[in-house]
């Protein structure tokens, strides 16, 4: 019965990442409506003087930082939690099944980055060639959704596995490429708790706060460390204990618990702290500078060309087969709605950058590439039919 059980996880991600896609949909038109109205400066300021502190501990947060920092790690902890079930049990659980996911995402993480390192080599710009190569699972699943029977229930189960492998490559990306100084000594300690937590999953404890405690001992260590706190969240999903039986693990628990508070408040709460976003003129000459050229044509062009290329390459080389029920039209389309990057794009915006214009002019461009792309993506698949 392990199929079952994955089925019933999928569904429950599956149900919460559409709903909590229009949840921050609203959430970003309301960041936006506040930061171009009179309550803009003092929305900023609240964001900035209200801080987070711990007793003694060296941890004094604004409130900003408190979600970019903090609450993300909680939605990173998700992410890991999501791409470890799907290796063991779910999608990418065999060679014959992730290929197919794996190679596409590939695709559509290499393309954007290329195109994005073609319009801004040498310039002042060119750290932020990470910025096109995420998908936002969110965003992506709540536009699926919205098609219904129109496409096959296989694509956006296919969909789904190429945005965890994407948030994957992500993460990689944030840990190595965007730390800029790292302290050995708190990277040491941390070493130290996360193989803790392996020792806890080889001895299969199963009691989850065994893991959770020393979790957030990681994460203010890695904090310390330099490296960008929210990695701490993925390390720690990686040791909780799962099985590919019908048996409800720890790890599953987990996930069923953090998909309501991930999807309809901490992701929520990311969006509206980061997408008010003042519309200035400057801001439209910006989406053709190589900067906002770069993002759009990066996600929307460069996430469907890399999408499909590196799956038709797979699909020749017979590495994988297409989803059932589909064909290369709704392959094509699923790289447009891969081309929706807004939050880890929007994350790894605030890392490229120190310069509070590039930030401002990069969170444009994702939004733009993001609603281009969803808006085409909808539209193709829509017209496409279910193969039989």
Same mark, same amino acid.
């Given at each position: 019965m392990?199929?079952?059980?994955?089925l019933?996880?999928f569904?429950?991600?599956?149900?919460?990442?559409?709903l909590?896609g229009?949840?921050?949909?609203?959430?970003?038109?309301?960041?936006? /409506?506040?930061?171009?109205?009179?309550?803009?400066?003092?929305f900023?300021?609240f964001?900035?003087?209200?801080?987070?502190s711990?007793?003694?501990i060296?941890v004094d /947060?604004p409130?900003?930082?408190?979600?970019? %920092?903090?609450l993300?790690?909680?939605f990173?902890?998700?992410?890991?939690l999501?791409?470890?079930?799907?290796?063991?049990? @779910?999608?990418? &659980?065999s060679?014959k099944?992730?290929?197919?996911?794996?190679?596409?995402a590939l695709?559509?993480?290499?393309?954007p980055a290329?195109?994005?390192?073609? /319009?801004? &080599? @040498?310039?002042?710009?060119?750290a932020?060639?990470?910025?096109?190569?995420?998908?936002d699972i969110?965003?992506?699943?709540?536009?699926?959704?919205?098609?219904?029977?129109?496409?096959?229930?296989s694509?956006?189960?296919?969909?789904?596995?190429?945005?965890?492998v %994407?948030d #994957?490559g992500?993460?990689?990306v944030?840990?190595?490429?965007?730390?800029?100084?790292?302290?050995?000594?708190?990277?040491?300690?941390?070493?130290g708790?996360?193989?803790?937590l392996?020792?806890l999953?080889?001895?299969?404890?199963?009691?989850?706060i065994?893991y959770?405690?020393?979790?957030?001992?990681?994460?203010?260590l890695i904090?310390?460390s330099?490296?960008?706190?929210t990695?701490?969240?993925v390390?720690?999903?990686?040791?909780?204990?799962?099985? %590919?039986?019908d048996?409800?693990?720890?790890?599953e628990?987990l996930?069923q618990f953090l998909?309501?508070?991930?999807?309809y408040?901490?992701?929520?709460?990311f969006a509206?702290?980061?997408?008010?976003?003042?519309f200035?003129?400057?801001?439209?000459?910006?989406?053709?500078?190589?900067?906002?050229a770069?993002i759009i #044509?990066?996600?929307?062009?460069g996430k469907t060309?890399?999408?499909?290329?590196?799956?038709w390459l797979?699909?020749?080389?017979?590495?994988?087969?297409?989803?059932?029920?589909?064909?290369?039209?709704?392959?094509? @389309?699923?790289?447009?709605?891969?081309?929706?990057?807004?939050?880890m794009?929007?994350?790894? &915006?605030?890392?490229?950058?120190?310069?509070?214009?590039?930030i401002?002019?990069?969170?444009?461009?994702?939004?733009?590439?993001?609603?281009?792309?969803?808006?085409?993506? /909808?539209?193709? #698949?829509?017209?496409?039919?279910?193969k039989t």
């Amino acid at each position: 019965m392990p199929k079952l059980i994955n089925l019933n996880v999928f569904r429950e991600f599956y149900n919460a990442g559409k709903l909590g896609g229009i949840i921050l949909l609203i959430c970003v038109a309301v960041s936006l /409506f506040i930061a171009n109205t009179d309550y803009s400066a003092g929305f900023a300021s609240f964001l900035t003087n209200v801080h987070f502190s711990i007793g003694s501990i060296a941890v004094d /947060f604004p409130l900003s930082a408190f979600i970019n %920092d903090g609450l993300m790690a909680i939605f990173f902890l998700l992410v890991g939690l999501e791409i470890k079930r799907e290796l063991i049990e @779910g999608e990418l &659980s065999s060679v014959k099944q992730a290929a197919l996911p794996v190679i596409a995402a590939l695709g559509g993480m290499l393309v954007p980055a290329i195109i994005y390192f073609l /319009f801004n &080599s @040498g310039s002042k710009t060119a750290a932020g060639w990470g910025i096109p190569m995420a998908t936002d699972i969110a965003f992506a699943l709540a536009i699926i959704a919205m098609l219904g029977n129109r496409i096959p229930a296989s694509l956006k189960i296919f969909l789904a596995a190429l945005a965890i492998v %994407d948030d #994957l490559g992500a993460i990689l990306v944030i840990a190595i490429f965007y730390t800029n100084e790292v302290h050995f000594n708190y990277l040491l300690m941390a070493a130290g708790v996360f193989l803790l937590l392996c020792l806890l999953n080889y001895f299969k404890v199963k009691a989850i706060i065994a893991y959770l405690i020393p979790g957030v001992v990681l994460w203010y260590l890695i904090h310390h460390s330099g490296i960008h706190a929210t990695i701490a969240g993925v390390l720690v999903a990686f040791t909780i204990p799962t099985n %590919d039986t019908d048996q409800l693990s720890p790890l599953e628990k987990l996930e069923q618990f953090l998909n309501i508070p991930v999807n309809y408040l901490i992701m929520p709460l990311f969006a509206l702290a980061n997408t008010n976003i003042t519309f200035q003129k400057e801001m439209l000459t910006g989406l053709v500078s190589p900067l906002g050229a770069g993002i759009i #044509l990066g996600l929307f062009a460069g996430k469907t060309i890399g999408v499909t290329a590196f799956s038709w390459l797979a699909v020749k080389c017979k590495f994988g087969e297409l989803p059932s029920g589909s064909g290369w039209q709704h392959i094509i @389309g699923l790289g447009m709605l891969a081309g929706i990057g807004f939050t880890m794009s929007i994350f790894i &915006s605030m890392l490229s950058f120190s310069d509070e214009m590039q930030i401002t002019e990069a969170k444009f461009a994702v939004l733009c590439a993001s609603v281009i792309s969803g808006i085409s993506g /909808f539209m193709f #698949l829509r017209s496409t039919k279910i193969k039989t």
